[in-house]
């Protein structure tokens, strides 16, 4: 069992920054990879970045390439995704997730088994 504990988050304006991160305990995810998904209200949960065992490879949702940047620090059984340039439209719960059955491109929420608890980003216009 991996347990993951999100922290960062809140209200930022428009074009503004946040960075979050994402720390494991239990049995160790350095052979997994990361992803980060987010939920806006009525909408279904949605893929934003992922990050490979290693942390050499990414991969990376249309709509926060180039904005946003997912690292990871197998040492620190940590992993991070730093946003940039956010939009009020980037406002949603965002949680890290990982797992065994999820590949660098995995973008199914399924094939993750283990979550964060999630945490609140308010993009204010």
């Known amino acids: 069992q991996v347990h993951l504990v999100e922290s960062g988050g809140g209200l930022v304006q428009a074009g503004g920054s946040l960075r979050f991160s994402c720390a494991a305990s239990?049995?160790?995810?350095?052979?997994?990879?990361v992803a980060w998904f987010r939920q806006s209200p009525g909408k279904e949960r949605e893929f934003v970045a992922s990050?490979?065992?290693?942390?050499?490879?990414?991969y990376y949702a249309d709509s926060v390439k180039g904005r946003f940047t997912i690292s990871r620090d197998n040492a620190k059984n940590t992993a991070w995704l730093q946003m940039d340039s956010l939009k009020p439209e980037d406002t949603a719960i965002y949680s890290c997730?990982?797992?065994?059955?999820?590949?660098?491109?995995?973008?199914?929420?399924?094939?993750?088994?283990?979550w964060g608890q999630g945490t609140q980003v308010t993009v204010s216009s």
């Open positions: 990050i490979s065992w290693s942390g050499s490879l990414t």
């Open positions: 239990g049995r160790s995810f350095t052979d997994y990879p």
């Open positions: 997730a990982t797992g065994e059955r999820a590949a660098l491109t995995s973008t199914r929420v399924k094939r993750f088994d283990f």
